[in-house]
């Protein structure tokens, strides 16, 4: 089930899904964003960041799929934005969705450590939100609730809260936009039209403007995750070919033309080996030492 982009735009709605999710309390000054780090190419999917500066700064890391270096993804991006804006108080939150995921399971404390870790599971249990009469939490009952038929019993009363007229309209949007999204995802075997039933929708929403925009920004985040990642790969490839060749100059010009063998060893190199033999090329006396 696709929950990344649903869950940041769902983060993008208003400041109050901030807190839904976390239990951190904002005050109306703060704002979302989606900023890029300068260096390292890394962004930043969720960011909350007081207008008038005052008040600590949250990076929000959402992880679906257990990945034992997401502490330290997360902390880099905290560093290289407290890198980049020094003297900001710079904190992370670390979403879960459920405590099987999170294949480290040891947690750093806020006070020690910049970092808290949330288990939606643990906060959001499914009586809680079979009892909710809060859209935020609502949206989130496809995500959480594994029961299906408590969910298709329980689809109706999400449709009507999140779809209240006193609500913001571009928030009423935003969550019926993710929450059908959820649904499709959650009951791939069912048409359009079913889901749209199951929900008590007159107008199915993957035909609002909502719901495309959506679709679009997911298929746009694809392709920029997939660009990035391929020109990193590039860069560093182009670097490794340069040290590479750099080295085999070297070693040329210092012990003449270099064997097949010296030149296969020298082409399966790691980084790191090259970087070594190159340090070490001014103490030897010969190729083979050298790459021995």
Request: aromatic share 8%.
């Amino acid at each position: 089930m696709k929950t990344d982009l649903p869950i940041y735009q769902f983060l993008a709605t208003d400041p109050k899904a901030f807190t839904t999710l976390t239990g951190i309390e904002l005050s109306d000054k703060y704002q979302f964003s989606v900023p890029t780090l300068k260096s390292g190419e890394r962004r930043i999917d969720a960011m909350f960041a007081p207008s008038d500066g005052v008040g600590p700064v949250y990076v929000v890391e959402f992880q679906a799929q257990p990945n034992p270096s997401i502490r330290y993804n997360l902390m880099s991006k905290i560093s290289l934005y407290g890198e980049q804006h020094p003297g900001v108080d710079v904190r992370g939150v670390l979403v879960f969705p459920e405590t099987k995921v999170d294949k480290q399971n040891f947690q750093w404390q806020p006070e020690t450590g910049q970092i808290a870790v949330v288990y939606l599971e643990e906060n959001f249990p499914s009586q809680r939100i079979e009892e909710s009469a809060d859209p935020f939490i609502l949206t989130l009952a496809p995500l959480l609730i594994e029961d299906n038929t408590i969910l298709k019993q329980l689809a109706p009363k999400c449709w009507q809260i999140i779809n209240n007229p006193q609500l913001d309209p571009q928030i009423r949007n935003n969550l019926g936009a993710i929450l059908q999204f959820w649904f499709m995802e959650r009951f791939k075997a069912h048409t359009a039209q079913e889901i749209a039933n199951m929900l008590h929708v007159l107008t199915p929403l993957e035909e609002t403007r909502a719901y495309k925009e959506l679709v679009a920004k997911g298929e746009a985040r694809g392709r920029q995750f997939g660009l990035i990642e391929g020109e990193a790969r590039g860069e560093a490839r182009g670097k490794i070919k340069g040290q590479l060749e750099l080295l085999k100059r070297q070693l040329a010009k210092k012990f003449g033309k270099l064997s097949k063998a010296a030149l296969k060893k020298l082409d399966a190199a790691t980084p790191d080996q090259l970087e070594a033999w190159a340090e070490g090329i001014l103490d030897t006396n010969s190729v083979e030492e050298l790459l021995r």
